[in-house]
């Protein structure tokens, strides 16, 4: 697999962390209490931000996880705060720096989670009053290595922090969450405010997981530079718009890059105009679209002039398979082709989509009802020689995979790398937390975070995008994912210009895209 281009931050999974820690300790000689030490201070500094006075419960588990929390017990006791410490586990449990941290803790000793005190045999079950009674609850029950579903005391646990209400910081991941992949499979804690160590978690930023994260704090605890943070996923960096293809003196409309965009049917003129447009503004120098002839009137009265078109044959305002030759024919010239926004999901479109994409010799970007074409067919793909990117949400990955779109987007992780690599493409999972794999392995995480593309429209935008890239000369992976930023940095860009995320419809997004291309731009969003 090929290591991560600069424009991705490392994403370590838990493996790879485990292997951080241990190049720290084994290696470098920095002391592993001193590591959790460190990190019970960034967790302690977080809370006082959140809440600087009042009591505070620490809910801890037996592992390294629940040493950090009962670091961040003891420095908030040391500056007078009233700390409950309730444990998961009794106390003969605790082994290494976590027992260490809990002969050190001040005060009252560790409670059980229900309260009473560890050795007593009974005694009021006041747990739940006293979380209610709590300004901030810090959730140190399960680490980064933690998988699966919670049980036992652990999910009790969790179950008692849902109930309290009161906001929660958690320690590097939230107890439930698969740090690994964002997976979410049984009781999981929705946090405040999550404290990471060292590097952001690839859960942390990959749904459900990152619904429950919060605000994602990363604290530096010390790790040496030069860590060896292998790994085949990464967050998209601004820098990644410094790929983005540029004209020079010598440009000319070809070199800048020619798209086509095959699409379009009645009822559904506006995708193929939209996708086309949003090509443009990409920095696309020359697009023609190939649709339904009893189109082009219609899409030409849309008002923009420079956009080129051929009408293909059509039935009953669909394209279908005696356009197919057309359609390949235009394809000449090169460029990069668009294939699916408006197309509909008639017969004869699926037969075009299907037959198109086979026969395309050009990097093709395939969307909307081009990817419904291909439901349960997903391996047909794999014989394209050309670059192929895929842009699905849930559903329609759900479609091309045979599954139901609640259990992708429940391993959304996992779906989309099983995607790119029956396909042979690189495959665009969108939402908040746009996913973008490679068939070898290799996912780009967006950070999300631009809910005025929330809207009708917005995925026919990003298409034109990614042809415009494709088009501009870009690998398929640096396509995407350049794709995948330029469209959220315009998605944010439209909503300051209108006043609020809600405002925002898919032409506001376009006509944002030529700033947003702007690193400065970008760094001042």
Known sequence: MKPLP????????????????????????VAGLELMERAGGAVARAVERLAPDGPVAVLCGKGNNGGDGLVVARLLRQAGREVAVLCSSPPEEYSGDAAANLERLPGERPSRLDGTPWGASDGPAAVQVALGDCVVLVDALLGTGSRGAPGGPIAEAIELVSAAGAPVVSVDVPSGVDASSGVVAGPAVRATRTVTFHVAKPGLWIDPGKEHAGVVEIAD??????A??????????????????????????????????AGGSRGLSGAPAMACRAAMRAGAGYVTALIPQGLQAIIASYGTPELMSVGLQETDGSLDGRAVSAALAATERGGAMALGPGLGRSDGAGEFARSVAQGCKLALVIDADALNAHAGRLGELAGRDAPTVLTPHAGELGRLLGRESAEIAAERLAAVREAAETSGAVVVLKGDDTLVAEPAGRVAVSRGGSPGLATAGTGDVLTGVIGALLAGGLDPFTAAAGGVELHLRAGRLAALAVGAAEGVIASDVIEALPRARSRKAAEDD
Request: hydrophobic share 45%.
């Open 6 to 29: 600069p424009w991705l931050t490392p994403l370590p999974d838990a493996t790879a962390m485990r292997d951080v820690d241990r190049w720290a300790i084994d290696e470098q000689g």
């Open 221 to 226: 605890i010390g790790i040496p530079r030069g």
């Open 228 to 261: 060896p943070v292998a790994g085949a996923l990464g967050l998209i960096e601004p820098a990644v718009l410094d790929e983005l293809p540029r004209r020079g003196p010598a440009s000319t409309k070809f070199v800048s890059g020619h798209v086509l965009l």
